[in-house]
C-alpha cells in the first residue's frame, strides 16, 4: 500500500491499495468508464453504505456526461486500469451521495434501470429532509459527513469504441441520434419486428422530450419538437396495433388529440383501435373525424366503415346465438329440475293443506277466513253453536279450540289428508244426523302462489 497522497483538489487524499497496468488512460468528453466502487462511514469501524460487487454489478459512467456526484470523474480520472485506491473525500463533496445512492440501490434490484442517469440539480433535495426510503441514507442526508470511497477501475472505452447509448449524449448528439432511431425503427417494423421497433422509437422520443424540457412551452422551438415526438408516437402506435395493444393505442392517441385535436392521423388510428374493441360508435365518430380533416381519405373511410359494419353485424349474430343458447340451456335446466321433483307441481294445495295443519303458522287474515267458514258450514248441522262461531269471527287470529269442543264435523275438517282432496280443491261436511243435510255450496280454497315463482324460466 503506498502512502497517502493528496490530489491537487481540495477535500480529497487517495490511497492507492493496488497498482494498475499500463499506461494511464485517455479520459476526453464521452469517455466510458466501467468500475466498482464501495462506500464506507469514517468511524472506527468503516461501516460500508453500498458495495457494487456486492449488488453484482459493477458501475457505468460517461465523462463530462454532467453525473450528479462529479468528484467520482475526478478520483476516477486519476486511476490506471486495474488499479483499486481509496478516497477520503471531505463532506463539501458527498452532500449528494444519498440522492445517488438511491438511485443506484433501485438499479440493483431491477428498478429504474435509468433513474442515475437523469442529470438533474439535487441541491434543493439535500436539505429538504424527506425520506428517501433508507434508514441510513436519510441520517445521511440530514447530516451530511465524510466518506471513504473504494474505487477499482475495470474499463476504459474511448467514444468511438462504443454505441452509446441515448442517456449519455448531449442534446446536440440527441437530436443527431433521432432520425437515425426513426430509421431503425421503421426498417425493423418493415421486417415485422414491430416489439424492437417500439423500443427504437421509444428511444428516439426520450432523446426529444429531453431536449424539449429545455425550451419554453409552445414558442416555435418546442413546437417543432413536439411535431416530432408525435409523429414517432403514431409510428409506436402503429406497432401496438400489430401488437394488438388496442387500449394502449387509444390511450396514446387521445394524449395526441387533446393536445392537437387537428391531428388526422391519430383520429384515424384511434378509429382502428376502437373497431378492434368492438367501441362502434367512438370509432365511427374518429373516422368521421379523419374525413373532416382530410376529404382525400373519403376512400379510406369507406372502406374502414364498410369493415365496420361488417364487423358488427357478424358479432351481433354471434351475441345473438349465444345467449339464445345460454337461456335454452337454463330452460332445460329447469325442466329437468321440475321432472325430478314431481310433488312441487301443485303448489297451491301443499300450501293450503300446510294453513289447515298448522293454523298458527298461517297468515293472520286467511286463517281467520278459513277459520269463520268452517264454524259457518259446522252451524248448518247444530244451530247451538251460533255462540262459538260468533267468537271466532269475532277474532283475527282465534285460538285453537281443544278436542272436546269440536263437533265431529270440525274434526273431519281439521285432520284432511291432501290426497282427500278433490281436483277443484273443495270437500263436502257430513252431518252426524241421520238424515242427510243439503250439502253446502263447494268452497274454493284460495291458496297463495308461493312456489310458482321457481318454476319460470327467464324471458317467460
Not at 73 to 86: F, K, N, Q, R, Y
Not at 120 to 135: I, K, R
Not at 244 to 273: C, L, W
Request: charged share 30%; with cysteine.
Amino acid at each position: 500500500m503506498e502512502d497517502s497522497m493528496i490530489l491537487d483538489v481540495e477535500g480529497i487524499k487517495k490511497t492507492i491499495l493496488y497498482g494498475g497496468t499500463g499506461a494511464k488512460p485517455k479520459f476526453v468528453t464521452g469517455t466510458k468508464v466501467t468500475f466498482h466502487f464501495r462506500t464506507q462511514l469514517c468511524n472506527d469501524e468503516r461501516t460500508v453504505i453500498d458495495d457494487s460487487k456486492k449488488a453484482g454489478m459493477p458501475m457505468e459512467m460517461v465523462i463530462g456526461n454532467m453525473f450528479k456526484l462529479d468528484v467520482w470523474e475526478t478520483l476516477l480520472m486519476s486511476m490506471h486500469i486495474g488499479e483499486v485506491a481509496e478516497f477520503w473525500c471531505d463532506v463539501i463533496h458527498t452532500g449528494l451521495y444519498p440522492i445517488v445512492a438511491k438511485s443506484l440501490r433501485r438499479i440493483a434490484v431491477g428498478k429504474d434501470p435509468v433513474d442515475w442517469h437523469i442529470h438533474t440539480c439535487g441541491m434543493a433535495n439535500m436539505f429538504a429532509y424527506h425520506s428517501l426510503g433508507y434508514d441510513d441514507l436519510d441520517e445521511l442526508q440530514k447530516e451530511p459527513q465524510p466518506l471513504y470511497f473504494v474505487m477499482e477501475l475495470l474499463k476504459v472505452q474511448q467514444p468511438s469504441e462504443y454505441d452509446r447509448e441515448s442517456w449519455a449524449l448531449n442534446d446536440e448528439e440527441r437530436l443527431k441520434a433521432v432520425p437515425v432511431l426513426h430509421g431503425q425503427g421503421n426498417k425493423l417494423f418493415k421486417q415485422g419486428r414491430y416489439e424492437d421497433a417500439t423500443l427504437k422509437y421509444k428511444e428516439a422520443i426520450m432523446c426529444i422530450k429531453n431536449v424539449q424540457s429545455k425550451e419554453k412551452a409552445w414558442e416555435a422551438p418546442w413546437l417543432k419538437l413536439e411535431k416530432m415526438a408525435n409523429t414517432l408516437t403514431l409510428n409506436y402506435c402503429q406497432c401496438l396495433l400489430r401488437m394488438e395493444e388496442y387500449y394502449e393505442v387509444i390511450e396514446h392517441t387521445s394524449d395526441i388529440i387533446n393536445q392537437h385535436p387537428g391531428t388526422m392521423k391519430a383520429f384515424y388510428m384511434r378509429g382502428k383501435a376502437h373497431m378492434e374493441v368492438w367501441d362502434e360508435t367512438e370509432a365511427r365518430n374518429d373516422f368521421m373525424r379523419v374525413l373532416d380533416l382530410d376529404p382525400g381519405m373519403k376512400k379510406t373511410i369507406k372502406k374502414e366503415l364498410a369493415v365496420l359494419k361488417m364487423r358488427m353485424e357478424v358479432k351481433n349474430e354471434e351475441d345473438r346465438l349465444k345467449y339464445k343458447g345460454m337461456f335454452a340451456k337454463m330452460a332445460s335446466e329447469q325442466d329437468s329440475l321440475e321432472l325430478e321433483n314431481p310433488d312441487q307441481e301443485i303448489p297451491e294445495q301443499t300450501c293450503q293443506v300446510q294453513d289447515m295443519e298448522n293454523p298458527e303458522e298461517a297468515p293472520g287474515e286467511e286463517r281467520a277466513n278459513s277459520m269463520q267458514k268452517t264454524a259457518e258450514m259446522t252451524l248448518a248441522s247444530d244451530p247451538e253453536q251460533t255462540t262459538t262461531a260468533q267468537s271466532c269471527s269475532d277474532n283475527v287470529i282465534p285460538e285453537q279450540p281443544t278436542t272436546q269442543d269440536l263437533t265431529a264435523e270440525q274434526t273431519t275438517i281439521e285432520e284432511t289428508a291432501p290426497e282427500q282432496f278433490d281436483t277443484n280443491h273443495t270437500f263436502v261436511v257430513q252431518s252426524d244426523s241421520k238424515e242427510a243435510s243439503p250439502s253446502p255450496e263447494p268452497m274454493c280454497l284460495e291458496a297463495q302462489d308461493t312456489e310458482s315463482s321457481d318454476h319460470m324460466t327467464p324471458g317467460n
